[in-house]
Nanobody, 121 residues
């Protein structure tokens, strides 16, 4: 079973920065795409940033130029550097990875527990 451990959330003022981490553990053959999602109260969960195994990235328009996603394949860890934070960034942030446990297994999605990010004065 894949376990995702997230950290780095907290309370920051507008314009501040946070760095989220998501580390995958367990018996894993390979991890493909990894994405960060967020869900604000009363809102649907939305994709924030995605990074492929090869390092290609994609961002939601609302965070382009402010957020940076990266990964360390050797450590099975993905990061989300968040700069110039705005109150509308307030949400629970979730890590998702698409992974195979064995070479010929079907890849499945796995989710972290979520970490709260609050941007407020």
């Amino acid at each position: 079973q894949v376990q995702l451990v997230e950290s780095g959330g907290g309370l920051v003022q507008p314009g501040g920065s946070l760095r989220l981490s998501c580390a995958a553990s367990g018996r894993i053959f390979s991890i493909n795409d990894i994405g960060w999602y967020r869900q604000a109260p009363g809102k649907q969960r939305e994709s924030v940033a995605v990074i492929t195994r090869g390092g290609s990235t994609d961002y939601a328009d609302s965070v382009k130029g402010r957020f940076t996603i990266s990964r360390d394949n050797a450590k099975n860890t993905v990061y989300l550097q968040m700069n110039s934070l705005k109150p509308e960034d307030t949400a629970v942030y979730y890590c998702n990875c698409n992974a195979r446990l064995r070479r010929f297994d079907k890849a499945n999605d796995y989710w972290g527990q979520g970490t709260q990010v609050t941007v407020s004065s």
